[in-house]
């Protein structure tokens, strides 16, 4: 497969992701987004500047996906996962727990970073368990 | 301000028709509902044309010019795009343009044809609804963004699988009798409890299909009605539109749709009625959980409350008020650009008393019909009634 497109602001923040440099833009009233962007969408202030991530997120709410695209077709299963890192969210794939909706929790710690899709190679934000976390063999609640 | 009624709706069988070209399939829904209004085609001023995907599917942008000459009208022709809510704006413009006083006839509705695809490229196709950067290439699909919605709504409100089990059972029971519909089969909860997974918590039956489909509904001025005579009962009396961030991460609250709040608001408003004066609503139920959604979006459930409201009988047929007659996407089936435009048809046919389903609601006179684009970073949401 062909290499993607380059997309300005895009790529850098991945690659700053990728160092463990990862970055939010913010204004001057906290508001969180991620590049590129001119304007902060929430109060249309210009003076946006680089922000770092916190170290670790907290999953707010995540998926198994079973049956994706062609470009993921050899990723499934797989949990897709949004998390909260401070001035903004992520969303990515959550390696390093099982593909299983009892494996993984609301409310999980996990670091970010930028893996390969098994699929073709294209970078990937990765979420993995934060070091020190249990994140698998956890009892289902409820029924 | 000038009143707005449905003159007349036309449908296509809602399925797979892998063989059948767009233009057919929207000149069929056209044709249908010409037939129904009693309009001339030469009476049409404008053509507001709702569609998704259509340059994935057949490789053919600028439809609108195209869907003009399939539907024999030559006048000012629109495409509007706006993922699964593309019909629902095409509609609201459509009323917005018979407001002012610029048209007294437009036809409005929409075409997806996408089982010529084969599957994983539907899949990808749907995707692109989302963020490309920062969603589609971090492994969200269509289905799996709902389920992010759905866990989202388990964790701040609580619900079980079951409950989204028994909207689906629900849906399915209501399109028997459609002949429109996609799966006229009941599916029951303990069926669809056990399908295969698709986005856990989502599983095959949380999910609409995969549709080829086409609407048109001619939309005529109160006083084009009265001077050429044009039976047409039923009056689209209010119209609103929201937009939210695009990415799920990027919203104030991962359980609910403000674009939809919004939409509503200002649907009521203008219609000048309230969420307690609805009697039946179509609603854009692309998952089990967005049927939930667009329901507290509405503000006929409380949010947290929307999740019960099909096992506890209040939204089937026989309860209450009953959600999604038609079928709703679940069952009927979800051509992606044409579904707004089918949601008003079913309503309309709902109100006017010639629906297979219209004795489910003999007395109904408030209609409410909510479309949603994407993980409803764009919502439309129209009132309907009985003109008296
Ligand atoms: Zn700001």
């Known amino acids: 497969m062909s290499a993607p497109a380059s997309n300005a602001g895009y790529d850098e923040w991945l690659d700053a992701l990728a160092a463990g440099e990862g970055f939010a833009l913010a204004c001057p009233d ?17 003076a946006l500047s680089e922000e770092p991530l916190a170290e670790t997120g907290t999953v707010e709410t995540y998926s198994v996906v079973h049956v994706a695209g062609p470009r993921f077709a050899d990723d499934t299963p797989y949990v897709n996962a949004v998390a ?10 959550l390696r390093g727990a099982e593909p299983d909706v009892d494996a993984v929790a609301v409310g999980d710690r996990v670091a970010v970073g930028v893996e390969e899709r098994a699929t073709d190679g294209e970078p990937l934000v990765v979420f993995r368990p934060a070091d020190g976390e249990q994140a698998v063999s956890r009892p289902a609640d409820g029924e | 301000m000038t009143d707005v009624r449905v003159a007349g709706v036309g449908l296509t069988h809602f399925g797979s028709h892998p063989e059948r070209t767009g233009r057919d399939l929207f000149a069929t829904a056209a ?6 209004a009693g309009v001339p085609r030469e009476d049409v001023e404008e053509l507001n044309y709702g569609n998704f995907m259509g340059a994935l599917a057949e490789h053919q942008g600028h439809q609108a010019p195209l869907m003009a000459e399939a539907a024999g009208v030559d006048c000012p022709s629109t495409r509007y795009e706006e993922a699964c809510a593309s019909a629902g704006v ?18 409005a509705g929409g075409m997806e044809r996408m089982t010529n695809l084969p599957t ?9 609804a989302a963020d490309d950067l920062f969603e589609v290439r971090a ?3 269509f289905p799996g963004a709902y389920a992010l919605m759905a866990n989202a709504y388990f964790d701040a409100y609580g619900g079980e699988r079951r409950d989204l089990a028994h909207i689906a059972a629900k849906n399915h029971a209501n399109a028997v009798p459609n002949e429109y519909a996609q799966y006229r089969r009941e599916v029951s909860v303990e069926e669809a409890l056990d399908a295969p997974p698709v986005a856990e918590p989502l599983h095959l039956y949380d999910a609409c299909p995969i549709t080829d489909g086409a609407s048109a509904l001619v939309i005529v001025s109160e006083e084009y009605a009265t001077e050429h005579d044009v039976d047409a009962p039923v009056a689209v009396t209010g119209t609103g539109q929201g937009t939210d961030r695009m990415a ?32 039946v609503a179509e609603v854009h139920d692309c998952f089990t959980i967005a049927e939930v959604l667009a329901l507290e979006s509405l503000d006929l459930f409380e949010p947290g409350e929307g999740i019960g409201a099909a096992r506890n009988g209040v939204t089937t047929a026989d309860g209450a008020l009953p959600v999604n007659l038609s079928g709703g996407l679940k069952a009927k089936g979800h051509p992606v650009g044409a579904t707004g435009g089918s949601q008003i048809a079913e309503l309309t046919r709902l109100l006017r008393g010639d629906h297979p389903n219209s004795d489910r609601v003999p007395d109904a006179e408030v209609g409410v019909a ?3 684009g994407g993980t409803v970073a764009s919502a439309v949401v129209h009132v309907l009634e009985v003109a008296q």
């Open chain 1, 30 to 46: 906290g508001h969180g987004s991620l590049p590129p962007r001119r304007v902060c969408p929430e109060c249309g202030s210009t």
């Open chain 2, 248 to 279: 799920l991460g990027d919203r104030e609250h991962l359980a609910r749709t403000p674009a939809a709040d919004d939409a509503a608001d200002a649907a009521y408003a203008d219609a000048g009625v309230g969420p307690d004066d609805v009697d």
């Open chain 1, 84 to 93: 909260d890192f401070g001035p903004v969210r992520l969303t990515g794939v």
């Open chain 2, 139 to 141: 492994g969200v699909t």
């Open chain 2, 31 to 36: 044709l249908r509902a010409f037939d129904d």
């Open chain 2, 120 to 128: 994983d490229e539907v899949t990808e196709g749907l995707a692109i």
């Open chain 2, 370 to 372: 909510h479309n949603a």
């Open chain 2, 90 to 107: 095409a509609v609201r413009e459509a009323v917005r343009t018979v407001r002012s006083g610029e048209a007294d006839v437009v036809v």
